[in-house]
């Protein structure tokens, strides 16, 4: 049984930091590249940031230079360090892992960024 499970939401100042946790079970973690979305009030899940197994990134227009996705292969851990954090930041953050044929999502976490 696949699980994501998310941690290190909160609510932080606009200009603030947090760094998101994500631990995953159940499948070949190091063989997988690993994603966040978020999906703030109204409006469409977005994907955020993407690391592959070999350990290259991508990042939407966005969040380029502010936020910094990395793994962690032996805790099966995938981390979102999100630092310069803006009002438009405000989201449940998703981690996620999947292929063609199947996807799993964890529970999500709120950001919440104060003006």
Sequence with gaps: QVQLVESGGGLVQAG????????????????????????????QRELVAVITSGGNTNYADSV?????????????????????????????????????WWNYWGQGTQVTVSS
């Design 16 to 43: 603030g930091s947090l760094r998101l946790s994500c631990a995953a079970s159940g499948i070949i973690f190091s063989a997988n590249a690993m994603d966040w979305y978020r999906q703030a009030p109204g409006k």
């Design 64 to 100: 380029k230079g502010r936020f910094t996705i990395s793994r962690d292969n032996a805790k099966k851990t995938v981390y979102l360090q999100m630092n310069s954090l803006k009002p438009e930041d405000t989201a449940v953050y998703y981690c996620h892992v999947g292929s063609t």
